[in-house]
């Protein structure tokens, strides 16, 4: 057979996915499975969102749109940024509808790294922060977050980093994180932006779960004295909004990164659907659907404490909890089995019905943890949390 990209080879298949596959498995096989594996909102897209799609069809917005984005959306991404994060941005030149984080997270690599370039990414982390570096043939370097640290990495550790001969390109950010749901101190983020000014790094600061937060408002990584200039924001209306599977997002960033975007854009997907972005504005801008967010992230905090309570009462020293200080995720410490994260979840969703993802998936320091998702109903989050804590104590 002729080659192929053997870049593939360096990324292994996501581990998320084939424990998905397998839970799909069991259910068509007529099993009862508490779903606790997805990073999907259990609650639907507001219908008043869909009916914005709607319409928008009706109005014959079924053709290619400008590859940047309507003006419409980009105004809509721009007061979000300034009332949710209180910075400014040009939505002529400064702002990129993308599909989604993924895309946006994707048109940021494409657009600052050249192939060899060093790439800092915490370890864990979601799978596509490493898997996407490789594909553009970065070099990536995994930051130790260790749980003993509220899973941030250690300063010295970015420090240390650092290669002799100024290959390192960037620092890639998410918080609050995907699968620890932690978030860094105001004072860590102003000194992690003057490590990349000294160092001339790009922070590229994927903040889709931004506005799911249940301790203090987390600061987006742009918001510092002069950060703009070498930050690149992603972030999508997939977590927050409940669309996942509408597919928009956005990329705010400084314009010779967003030109570089539009390019890979314009020569990828040509744009996002028009009646999508038309129903993405009008999510952004509605306050009677900011309210809706609201509500969804009241009934996160309250499975957040749904756990945290069952966790006391359970009192099991084989599952441990860290409260999540963001996002919709438990990182269930459960390294006093010695297992592996993979077997522990095979066995899990054999023997008690439960899917999960295994910690070792978002990297190395994930191993020996569970990711058990709260987006889902209060129900299947208190039934799946005794279950596991049941199946804990029988090892
Ligand atoms: C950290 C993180 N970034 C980005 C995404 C992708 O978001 P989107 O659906 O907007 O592409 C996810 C999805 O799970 C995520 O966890």
Known sequence: MQSINTQFDLIRQSATVAMADRILALKASGQNIIGLQVGDPDFGTHPAIADAAMKAIQNGLTHYGPSRGYPDLRTAVAKKLIRDEGITYDPASEILITHGGIHAYYLAMQSILTPGDDVLVP?????????????????????????????????????????????????????????????????????????????NLWIVSDEVYGSLFYEERPTSAAAFEGAKERTILVNSLSKSYAMTGWRVGFLAAPAQVIENALKAGQNSITCVAPFIQEAAAFALTDPAIQEVTAKMRAAYARRRELVIRLSHELESEKVKIIPPQGAFYFFLD??????????????????????????????????????????????????????????????
């Open 123 to 199: 370890d864990p982390s979601w799978a596509t922060h490493s898997n996407m570096a490789v594909m553009l043939r970065g070099n990536v370097i995994r930051i130790p977050a260790p749980a003993e640290n509220g899973f941030i990495p250690f300063f010295d550790s970015w420090l240390k980093a650092l290669t002799a001969n100024a290959k390192t390109k960037a620092i890639v950010l998410n918080y609050p994180s995907n699968p620890t749901g932690a978030y860094p101190t105001r004072e860590y983020l102003q000194k992690l932006q003057d490590f990349a000014k000294e160092h």
């Open 334 to 395: 459960m390294r006093a089995l010695k297992m592996s994260s993979i077997e522990m979840c095979e066995k899990i969703l054999d023997e008690v019905g439960v899917g999960l993802v295994p910690g070792s998936a978002f990297g190395e320091q994930g191993e020996g943890f569970i990711r058990m998702t709260i987006a889902a109903s209060d129900e299947d989050v208190e039934a799946g949390f005794r279950k596991i804590v049941y199946w804990a104590e029988r090892q």
